[in-house]
């Protein structure tokens, strides 16, 4: 059986990435694994959680900035504290994955090598 | 992108494997995910910890709080326990400098009073400090002292934090100041006019929970100053116990404090798990036997390294321990004896050679230990000095080994289970010193000293071999490991160990007994030795007989039938692999061989098949069961002689009654066995063999659980 081409999702294996999850939550780790469905394992992966809706809702009317739902970029216009802790090798499945970031090394480092 | 990718293809790292992948955690599994919420679920509970409480809760939550502790001491991580209480989760959740910055609310407005802010806190603070020396004096139990074996200490104790700190920065003074300080508290609020009916016990109850958590950390406290003796610290903490147990039905446990979500906010890489509920009672008894146990264990200080035979005794006293030692006692022991270093237990090393072969010897004369190395190759070295440094390179080596002498004392430290695995290790560390080291060192030593026993080094480490093998199978009596079909063979293999400690003992005592007749110098020190080692071979000899006794009465009870033997009809059965297994620690022996599976097989059949015998057992039954009788009655003999020498004699002052009441088993077992012997007289005269029953006794029910007597009705 012949391997098939290396798929262009590779170069972004061991990099380190962010995967936002429809529950709002952030997951940074390093990529380690993907396939079709676009489940994602990440290894040493950190958790970053919104604080609660009411929270978000003073904050928002405090800082004056409209009437903040708590979903998407409202958050990251709010000056609040996600809450993080560390929760190892995790594996996020693709249905509840909303947006992928990849994090830019300084220096450019691009893709390849990891550990 | 990814639904370019052809069914089936996945994009993953060289290095990583399918394998470890399933040890991933699925997030968004509420089961597996710890920080999945359910719709509308929060991850904070409403739980108001500055809501004010009853003084019947404050007893309610010091309890629940205590159940907590002890389940943790049992084994379960923090998570599931302590870490599930909102109190202590709020004290732990921000970084403190010190005692008054550690607060349930920030601020100087403080809801709840004084009984939340005050007493609670203070209990609290306390109990997370107690934690803290826990932690501190069970890792210093696995530092210490030349560490070189594995460790499985993780299967009895979780000692994961969750990357929290556990007041590690805090004095026990600000501590017991602030638990003073609730303590007067108390005192105030049981004074104020008029007091409400029925609520001075609760505040009495209250105060004697501060009080105990005060004693408890005077006890815990792991630095080297403490002062007063320890095991006084822990009969104090004792004497708090029985009013606690009897005051606990005034609390009113408040359930809703404590809650599993907790451990969501926690950095965890295993999935959620529940909290351990642990009964009141039962958290009570564990308290209890761990300050029993505590308090035994912290005498490890007074036993010193003065006498290693006493040491060593009273390792394996606390190790005999029923119900086992929780790892906090056990470190407790521990702790002390490994912060000893690798010179330490040179020394050590060299006191055991002195006490069991070489008493008020020239070989270990420390003036040999005074002279310099010789400046050049060509001088001729001073003798005394090549003694000592024969010694050295004996002592270093067996210090140094995996298995080696530490381990020896690491094994005896280590739960009971894991003492006999540890032990097989330290049989095959002394193999191979035997092999490599000890012959050429012992020769330059018998070049330089006539008088002294020949091959010293040797002698010691072969007897030190055998005893390690009879203890280990010893240690299979006691932890069931051997089938019922298999008794038989153990106690012929037994009786051979013995056997051969035995003659070891009795080559070594005549040389003893020429010193006492040619003194040079003090003869007390060799009358000591002599003493010890009749005290042994008496021991062995007996343990020799027994042996004999219950091999031959279980070889007798196989040929009537009357030993199940479920594994034979096993298509996987096989005889000669089975004891092969059996004698796997010991295959790599030499000196002591393992006997060839035929010798064996030929000794537990020495009637041919026990379906089809070559001879009536019937009519051998008279003069093979007197022959049973008389080794019983040896043996009896042989451990009264035990007794009648003494405590002193067997070296193991300082653990009299532990040492009294192993002999008092041992033969209360040799009783056991004439009676059994006689029972089955009875019946085989009878000619009641069908009805006969035998019933193997299981762990804890034997007088001893090293004899495995049958009791036949």
């Known amino acids: 059986m012949a391997d098939p081409p290396p798929s262009p999702l590779s170069t972004y294996l061991s990099r380190t990435i962010r995967v936002h999850t429809t529950d709002s939550r952030i997951f940074v780790g390093q990529m380690k694994c993907t396939d079709r469905e676009c489940n994602i394992v990440l290894g040493l992966a950190q958790e970053y959680r919104p604080p609660p809706d009411s929270v978000l809702q003073t904050k928002a009317v405090e800082q004056g900035i409209g009437s903040g739902s708590g979903s998407g970029s409202g958050i990251a216009k709010l000056n609040v504290q996600f809450s993080s802790r560390y929760v190892g090798l995790v594996v996020v499945p693709g249905k509840y994955i909303r947006k992928i970031e990849v994090e830019e090394y300084i220096g450019g480092g691009g893709g390849g090598g990891g550990v | ?713």
Not at chain 2, 420 to 445: G, S, Y
Not at chain 2, 506 to 532: A, C, D, M
Request: hydrophobic share 40%; glycine share 6%.
């Open chain 2, 1 to 713: 992108m990814s639904q370019e990718l052809p069914i089936g293809t996945l994009v993953k790292d060289e290095q990583f494997t399918l394998f470890e992948s399933v040890g991933a955690l699925e997030i968004m599994d509420p089961k597996m995910d710890s920080g999945f919420l359910a719709p509308g679920e929060t991850l904070e509970d409403e739980y108001d910890i500055t809501r004010p409480l009853l003084p019947e809760e404050i007893i309610g939550i010091m309890d629940q709080l205590l159940c907590c502790e002890m389940s943790w001491h049992e084994g379960y991580p923090l998570a599931q326990t302590l870490f599930t209480s909102h109190y202590i989760d709020k004290l732990l959740s921000t970084e403190s400098k010190n005692i008054d910055d550690i607060q349930f609310e920030q601020g100087h407005e403080q809801h709840g009073g004084d009984l939340v802010h005050v007493v609670l806190r203070a209990y609290c603070i306390g109990l997370i400090k107690c934690c803290d020396y826990a932690l501190d004096e069970i890792n210093r139990s696995l530092e210490g002292g030349g560490t070189r074996v594995n460790f499985y200490e993780e299967e009895d104790f979780s000692g994961h934090t969750y990357g929290r700190e556990l007041f590690t920065g805090i004095s026990k003074d600000s501590i017991i100041a602030a638990l003073y300080e609730a303590e007067e508290v108390i005192e105030n609020e049981a004074a104020k006019d008029p007091p409400p009916d029925g609520i001075a016990p609760v505040y009495a109850a209250i105060k004697t929970r501060i009080e105990f958590r005060i004693e408890l950390l005077l006890a815990m406290f792991t630095d080297e100053q403490h002062s007063y003796p320890l095991d006084e610290s822990w009969m104090n903490v004792s004497a708090y116990l029985p009013d606690q147990y009897n005051t606990h039905h005034l609390g009113k446990a408040v359930p809703e404090s404590f809650s599993p979500k907790i451990q969501r906010r926690l950095a965890s890489t295993v999935p959620p798990k529940p909290m351990v509920e642990l009964s009141y009672e039962d958290a009570f008894k564990k308290l209890q036997q761990m300050c029993l146990d505590c308090r035994e264990a912290v005498r490890i200080v007074d036993f010193g390294l003065e006498h290693v035979q006493r040491l060593k005794a009273f390792l394996w006293s606390f190790n005999s321990r029923k119900p086992e030692p929780l790892s906090y006692p056990r470190a407790c022991l521990s702790a002390p004896l490994f912060g000893c270093d690798d010179v330490g237990f040179e020394q050590l090393l060299r006191r055991d050679l002195e006490e069991v072969l070489l008493p008020n010897d020239p070989i270990l004369d420390p003036v040999n230990w005074t002279f310099e190395a010789p400046q050049s190759q060509v001088a001729n070295p001073e003798p005394r000095y090549e003694m000592a440094n024969a010694v050295n390179r004996f002592t270093q080596s067996s210090i140094h080994m995996a298995g080696g002498y530490i381990d020896l004392y690491r094994s005896l430290c280590s739960n009971r289970c894991r003492l006999r695995r540890n032990l097989c290790h330290v049989v095959l560390a002394l193999e191979e010193h035997q092999t490599r080291e000890t012959e050429p060192l012992d020769e330059i030593i018998n070049h330089l000293s006539n008088t002294s026993p020949s091959f010293p080094l040797s002698t010691w480490t072969y007897l030190a071999k055998l005893q390690t093998m009879t203890w280990i199978v010893q240690l299979g009596f006691e932890l069931d490991i051997y089938l019922p079909d298999e008794l038989a063979g153990m106690y012929w293999y037994l009786s051979l160990l013995a056997q051969s400690q035995a003659s070891v003992l009795k080559l070594i005592l005549p040389t003893l007994h020429q010193r006492v007749i040619r003194p040079q110098g003090s003869t007390t020190q060799v009358h000591t030795t002599i003493s010890y080692l009749e005290s042994r071979l008496a021991e062995m000899n007996a343990t020799k007989s027994l042996a004999d006794a219950l091999f031959s009465l279980y070889t007798y009870l196989r040929y009537l039938n009357k030993i199940p033997d479920p594994a034979s009809n096993s298509p996987f059965y096989n005889a000669q692999q089975r004891y092969e297994l059996r004698m796997k620690p010991f295959l790599d022996v030499t000196g002591a061989t393992v006997p060839p599976f035929a010798e064996y097989s030929e000794s537990i059949t020495l009637f041919g098949p026990y379906s089809s015998p070559t001879v009536n057992i019937r009519s051998i039954t008279p003069e093979y069961l007197s022959n049973i009788d008389t080794l019983v009655k040896e043996a009896k003999a042989g451990f009264a002689s035990v007794k009648k020498m003494g405590v002193k004699a067997a070296m193991c002052e300082g653990v009299e009654g532990w040492w009294m009441k192993n002999v008092n088993s041992v033969l209360a077992s040799c009783v056991a066995a004439g009676i059994a012997v006689s029972a089955v007289r009875g019946r085989v005269e009878r000619s009641e063999e069908e009805v006969m029953g035998v019933e193997v006794l299981e762990p804890g029910k034997r007088y001893h659980d090293w004899w495995v007597v049958p009791k036949i009705s």
